[in-house]
């Protein structure tokens, strides 16, 4: 039994380690609003805990060497201890690399993630044979060496808050290490109905299910995820969900946004940006290269409003910034190749001398990106199927504008903007298309009305008091 | 208003027309248990039609003729009239080819069954785009063309059984113009969840649901079919069927199939297979080559089965019979070059000088399926989502010795065969595997006592009696 009466676990932490140009380690503080939102909470908790994966070798090192000098807390390795936002400790476990590549990998990304946003191609994918037996040996071990180290570091009645996906095992192997802790679960992507969740192989859909069910607090970003939940639990294991099962839809901290998004690095790329586009109207976007974002769809919607609209010609640009991600995986690799070939065949349609249509960018440019958010006229975000989409609600706070937003209602943000948004069916194309001209055409009045109202819905729930209201509710459910 | 009493509305008649060596047409009895099914009640019903349409410009040349003539019925046709096989007359609607083909190839065949057998791969398709709409605009057409000849050929108050997934908007279409009919409506195919069926576009969706809910009967092979098609209605059109909505398990004519299954070709077809696979224990499979039947994870099931299991090898043979279907569509093509090309990687593996562990014959060969039939000891079907399945209750009643089935928990025909079959998760190979193992290793006893209540079960609820079963749930209905 530890100390921590408040622990976090996720997979990636609030520290990262890099190298240098010198072939030393650096340690860098995580960004995004979630760590600094559970950061509050964590500092106001004396001997919290974060525990994380070490997520390459250089993290595993140091999560090793930590370990060998008798201590598992990063705070006592000299280097890291300075980085250490808050007044909480970091855990970082050394899980070997072939382990952590079949949980994160083979299991988290390759087969949850493809389940949880039904993306799969049935005819040919999921394919549960023996190679993947092995990488599912590798999440439940995953699972257990965070289960292990919750259960050595919390407190006698110790709050416990896990996140998502990856760690859908480990509350109920918690459970059964340490009776006496209150454990939370959030999973921040979408759930399944149990019509698709059922293509699991049987022990493995039972054990997940059920892995999560051992949470006192089941937490999702919108009713419609957690009633699928509860559907998979009742039509998978006869059983219903108690009273924790929660809806918190998370949004944005804009102050922290904002500060950020006024930096000088930001204000250059908005500067490049304007000589660009000029005085045109701009629908932005911004993404991670991820399938589930449905970019080709954006733009062959894109592509039939210009086809269909020709009174858009030349007056805007349709700004797409995306960041890589999951380039090991090579659905992914083709699917960007997909986006660029037809970025190439609609500036080949349209473009002329003096008007470029479509700004594409695939590159890592966090300034960049907030510079897109801050000079869309039209926001655009159109994922097949997202749990929450925080990028709308940062594209609302940073629009310098009155925005009008094309959202699809299969984004969890959906839920929280409602009708102020434009909503679209993300398969249907032609919808989308005639969503966009709806935005770009829609009066000044009405805009600025609309904005209004997104401006509040944006910021309704940031980290901060999102998670401190889950531990508000895991408390009042243990009493 | 017409004549007809009963009227069957399918897609696919009761009679083709093929080209023969001199050039001429020739009129051909379709085959099938469900033509012969439907006969017995359309006979009994003086005045009876079954209306369809022209498939292809031969046959679209034969029903133009026919409506020049002043009449749209095929028994005035000299030709057609001797290949009649019941007392009842055809009408063929000549339905223009474009037509046609958004309606067969684009919307029903492309999309809804797609949507029903949840196939898509959806960071990639469906698109729902202006290309889309002009093939959904032909489906209308070619619904609102069958609902016009039914309205034309029914008498007061008549019968109009309506068949399948081409014909969704019909049964309102129908109403619409004649409120005396009584419609019921049978759907082959599986349903989809909410979830799923709301990738659809909007107006789409609910003309779908809404043109079925207006049949006063609505027949589904599952109640896991029909439940989801409640969930529908209730989800995207905020309604619940009424008590129309009903469970007819469709089963197979012992009779009929056993008398085509000893003609002379099967006969022929079943020496030329014994030679092969001597008194080797086989595996037999029959399929169209369609993404749904799952052949490919089939085929790794049977690889992971002679991996773990080398007491097998030299004494199974797999016999795999698939027939070309839907080769217009570039996916079916890549589909079936992938199967054939994890044959080879299988032969390649395992095959010795004296033993061929694999056979796979993609051919339109109906005498040699039966032939595989026959010989099969162990039957497997493994389809990632299918309606009921008929072939797998046709293996059991032609298969010469006590059958030991592997079938596909998703396919309706598990909820006809229960545990009295090996069930399993078509996506989970290492599970197939296993239960071909327990399949083959199954003892003579347990095998001959479940394949005798298999044998009942198979022929449980054969054509004619779910027809006509149909027709009294109608009346009944209606009174």
């Given at each position: 039994?530890?100390?921590?009466?408040?622990?976090?676990?996720?997979?990636?932490?609030?520290?990262?380690?890099?190298?240098?140009?010198d072939?030393?380690?650096e340690v860098?503080?995580?960004?995004?609003?979630?760590?600094?939102?559970?950061?509050?909470?964590?500092?106001?908790?004396?001997?919290?805990?974060?525990i994380?994966?070490?997520l390459?070798?250089?993290?595993?090192?140091?999560?090793?060497?930590a370990t060998?000098?008798?201590?598992?807390r990063?705070?006592?390795?000299?280097?890291?201890?300075?980085?250490?936002?808050?007044?909480?400790?970091?855990?970082?476990?050394?899980?070997?690399?072939?382990?952590?590549r079949?949980a994160?990998?083979?299991?988290?990304n390759?087969?949850?993630?493809?389940?949880?946003?039904?993306?799969?191609e049935?005819?040919?994918?999921?394919?549960?044979?023996?190679t993947?037996?092995?990488?599912?040996?590798?999440?439940?071990?995953?699972?257990?060496?965070?289960?292990?180290?919750?259960a050595?570091?919390?407190?006698h009645?110790?709050?416990?808050?896990?996140?998502d996906y990856?760690?859908?095992?480990?509350?109920?192997?918690?459970?059964?290490?340490?009776?006496?802790?209150?454990?939370?679960?959030?999973?921040?992507?979408?759930?399944?109905?149990?019509?698709y969740?059922r293509?699991?192989?049987?022990d493995?859909?039972?054990?997940?299910?059920?892995?999560?069910?051992?949470?006192?607090?089941?937490?999702?970003?919108?009713?419609?995820?957690?009633r699928l939940?509860?559907?998979?639990?009742?039509?998978?294991?006869?059983?219903?969900?108690?009273?924790g099962l929660?809806?918190?839809?998370l949004?944005?901290?804009?102050?922290?946004?904002?500060?950020?998004?006024?930096?000088?690095d930001?204000?250059?790329?908005l500067?490049?940006?304007?000589?660009?586009?000029?005085?045109?109207?701009?629908?932005?976007?911004?993404?991670?290269?991820e399938?589930s974002k449905?970019?080709?769809?954006?733009?062959?919607?894109?592509?039939?409003?210009?086809?269909?609209r020709?009174e858009?010609?030349?007056?805007?640009v349709?700004?797409?910034?995306?960041?890589?991600?999951?380039?090991?995986l090579?659905?992914?690799?083709e699917?960007?190749?997909?986006?660029?070939?037809?970025a190439?065949?609609?500036?080949?349609?349209?473009?002329?001398?003096?008007?470029?249509p479509?700004?594409?960018?695939?590159?890592?440019?966090?300034?960049?990106?907030?510079?897109?958010?801050?000079?869309s006229?039209?926001?655009?975000?159109?994922?097949?199927?997202?749990?929450?989409?925080?990028?709308?609600?940062?594209?609302?706070v940073?629009a310098e504008g009155?925005?009008?937003?094309?959202?699809?209602?299969?984004?969890?943000?959906?839920d929280t903007?409602?009708?102020?948004?434009?909503?679209?069916?993300?398969?249907?194309?032609?919808?989308?298309?005639?969503?966009?001209?709806?935005?770009?055409?829609?009066?000044?009045?009405e805009?600025?009305?609309?904005?209004?109202?997104?401006?509040?819905?944006?910021?309704?729930?940031?980290?901060?008091?999102w998670?401190?209201?889950?531990?508000?509710?895991?408390?009042?459910?243990?009493?």
């Amino acid at each position: 039994m530890g100390s921590a009466p408040l622990i976090v676990a996720s997979n990636r932490g609030p520290l990262s380690i890099v190298a240098v140009d010198d072939g030393d380690d650096e340690v860098r503080r995580g960004g995004g609003g979630l760590v600094s939102g559970m950061q509050a909470a964590l500092s106001a908790a004396p001997d919290a805990v974060w525990i994380c994966a070490a997520l390459n070798d250089r993290e595993r090192g140091l999560a090793r060497r930590a370990t060998a000098d008798g201590s598992a807390r990063l705070s006592e390795v000299p280097a890291v201890a300075d980085a250490l936002a808050g007044d909480f400790d970091v855990r970082m476990l050394p899980i070997d690399a072939l382990t952590f590549r079949q949980a994160y990998n083979g299991i988290a990304n390759s087969t949850l993630w493809f389940v949880l946003h039904m993306l799969y191609e049935p005819a040919r994918t999921p394919v549960f044979d023996q190679t993947w037996r092995r990488q599912w040996a590798g999440y439940v071990r995953y699972n257990r060496a965070f289960a292990e180290a919750i259960a050595a570091e919390a407190a006698h009645g110790a709050t416990v808050m896990v996140q998502d996906y990856h760690l859908l095992l480990a509350p109920r192997m918690l459970r059964e290490l340490r009776s006496d802790v209150h454990i939370g679960h959030f999973t921040h992507t979408p759930w399944a109905p149990p019509e698709y969740f059922r293509m699991l192989p049987d022990d493995v859909a039972h054990d997940l299910l059920d892995g999560l069910l051992a949470a006192h607090l089941v937490g999702f970003h919108t009713a419609r995820w957690a009633r699928l939940f509860a559907d998979c639990c009742a039509d998978l294991l006869g059983e219903r969900p108690g009273p924790g099962l929660s809806v918190f839809p998370l949004s944005t901290d804009a102050d922290e946004l904002r500060e950020r998004a006024f930096e000088r690095d930001v204000n250059r790329a908005l500067r490049g940006l304007r000589d660009t586009v000029g005085e045109r109207t701009v629908i932005g976007r911004v993404d991670r290269t991820e399938l589930s974002k449905n970019v080709l769809r954006g733009l062959l919607a894109y592509r039939e409003l210009l086809r269909t609209r020709p009174e858009w010609h030349g007056r805007v640009v349709h700004v797409v910034y995306n960041y890589p991600s999951r380039e090991d995986l090579p659905e992914y690799r083709e699917y960007t190749a997909a986006v660029e070939r037809l970025a190439r065949e609609i500036d080949d349609e349209f473009s002329t001398d003096d008007w470029t249509p479509l700004v594409l960018e695939i590159a890592d440019d966090y300034p960049g990106s907030l510079a897109v958010m801050r000079r869309s006229d039209v926001i655009f975000v159109n994922p097949v199927r997202d749990g929450m989409n925080l990028v709308v609600l940062e594209g609302i706070v940073l629009a310098e504008g009155d925005p009008a937003v094309v959202l699809s209602r299969e984004a969890g943000a959906a839920d929280t903007l409602g009708d102020d948004a434009v909503l679209v069916n993300p398969f249907d194309v032609s919808q989308t298309a005639a969503a966009l001209h709806e935005a770009l055409a829609m009066d000044d009045d009405e805009r600025a009305a609309r904005a209004a109202r997104l401006r509040k819905k944006a910021v309704a729930l940031p980290p901060a008091p999102w998670f401190q209201a889950q531990l508000d509710a895991l408390a009042q459910l243990s009493r």
